[in-house]
């Protein structure tokens, strides 16, 4: 848990949970803000739930059951190039070493597609690839707590994540880009040129 209430880890299963993910949006009445909570076997999600608090959603998914908004099956996007695809991002809070290359990049996504939003939740914003409101989403230093429920959720509805360097197993928020399937390739290659250290 984000609190490091449960120091603990099983040798197979565990529970990620992020009570409130979108502290910053929640203490200044901003949505998003949700709460997420997966269930991981050998690192690697099986189950999430995002409940998207104050807009009445919750996502759900389990491995190979298919991915779910308040009970109705969601896929990611149609859209195949970046060009035509809405970008989603978040700021580090802490590590700023790749700060340059972050904005280079950002730059880059304003020129060359769609738009470029940063929502403040990654749960949320991993969700929402998942239903086809964003087609992409990068960030760095984040958590496992922040992005383990979306992670599943998000593969589920036909999406992919991986890290800056294309691996897909054992994520820990620390560098992330995931895409809805058919513009992942694309998009993973454009940040790895950037972010990749």
């Known amino acids: 848990a984000e609190e490091g209430t449960a120091p603990r880890k099983g ?9 409130l993910d979108g502290t910053t949006n929640f203490i200044h009445h901003l949505n998003p803000y949700a709460i997420s909570v997966a269930l991981t076997d050998d690192d690697e999600p099986v ?3 995002v409940c998207n608090v104050g807009c009445d959603e919750l996502f759900t998914a389990w491995k190979d059951g298919g991915a779910r908004l ?11 190039t970046l060009a035509e695809s809405l970008v989603a991002t978040g700021f580090p809070y802490n590590d700023f070493s790749r ?8 730059s880059l996504f304003c020129k060359t597609t769609h738009g470029i939003r940063r929502l403040g939740s990654a749960s949320v914003d991993l969700s929402y690839i998942a239903c086809g409101r964003f087609e992409a989403f990068y960030e760095y230093d984040l958590k496992v707590w922040d992005v383990a429920a979306g992670i599943i959720i998000l593969r589920e509805a036909g999406g992919r994540v991986s890290d800056f360097s294309g691996s897909e197993r054992k994520l820990d928020g620390k560098e992330i880009v995931a895409a809805g399937g058919l513009v992942f390739p694309e ?5 790895s040129k950037f972010m990749q250290e």
């Open 47 to 49: 189950m999430g739930i």
């Open 70 to 80: 308040n009970g109705n099956p969601i896929s990611v996007s149609s859209v195949s």
């Open 11 to 19: 040798a197979r299963y565990n529970w990620v949970i992020d009570p």
């Open 99 to 106: 700060m340059d290359k972050y904005i280079d990049l950002l």
């Open 187 to 191: 998009f993973l290659e454009i940040v």
